[in-house]
């Protein structure tokens, strides 16, 4: 969960009262987030663990003081079957206050398939470039919304394989908010037009997730949210 790790290293320049719970199966990812430049006083913690543990959890309930809230980028939960995916939303708000996860845009999965650029300015300032890249068995299943690419880069000296996405499943908005039922859970998602979290309930028109990647906000509390800021 590196993404998730820079989220909140980028997340406490604006919110250094902030404690920061970091999650990942990755020991060596540990050393080099923490040596980034934080804040000096910032509380955060960083566990080498498995999200699917209760226990991982529990310690995040015990360390804090006030509301909580999980977020987990899409290139994580993505890679989880629908069993997986059901425990995690069952124990993170059976624990913390808001689970939020990352969701991409909202179309067909066999519109999804190819190639996709994902370089930005400052990788390409630094002289290369990235890219997703469907695998040759990697057509998607309209019936699963399984596929199977990987993450490119390129410079001027060539093109290397950086990550495999094998067994990746698009948990698709809808997907999401059925599993939600069945936890009854309470479902927000960013409308960006409103630049606020709104009820799936509500407010979907003129919402742009066709378009853009979005985030949902999952809860057992009974709240309207609106600026998640306030």
């Not at 059925?178 to 309930?201: G, I, K, Q, W």
Request: with cysteine; glycine share 6%.
């Amino acid at each position: 969960m590196a993404g998730t790790a820079d989220f909140a290293y980028q997340g406490h320049f604006h919110y250094p009262d902030f404690r920061f719970l970091m999650i990942d199966l990755d020991d060596g990812a540990q050393e080099r987030v923490l040596a980034q430049n934080w804040h000096e006083g910032t509380e955060k913690h960083y566990m080498v663990a498995d999200v699917l543990e209760e226990s991982v959890w529990s310690k995040a309930k015990s360390i804090t003081t006030g509301e909580s809230l999980a977020y987990i980028g899409k290139q994580s939960h993505h890679m989880l079957d629908a069993k997986q995916l059901f425990r995690l939303m069952e124990l993170a708000t059976s624990h913390i206050d808001y689970l939020m996860l990352e969701t991409p845009q909202l179309s067909p999965v066999t519109e999804m398939g190819g190639t996709d650029d994902m370089t930005r300015p400052e990788m390409k300032d630094a002289g290369f470039e990235s890219e997703l890249v469907e695998d040759p068995d990697g057509d998607p299943n309209p019936f699963t919304n399984l596929m199977h690419f990987h993450l490119v880069s390129s410079d001027e000296d060539g093109e290397r394989a950086i990550f495999p996405y094998r067994n990746w499943t698009v948990w698709s908005q809808p997907i999401l908010v059925t599993l939600a039922r069945l936890l009854d859970l309470n479902v927000f998602y960013y409308h960006s037009d409103l630049n606020e979290f709104v009820s799936v309930e509500e407010e979907w028109e003129d919402c742009d997730v066709e378009e853009n990647v979005t985030f949902m906000i999952f809860t057992r509390r009974d709240v309207e949210l609106g600026s998640f800021r306030d």
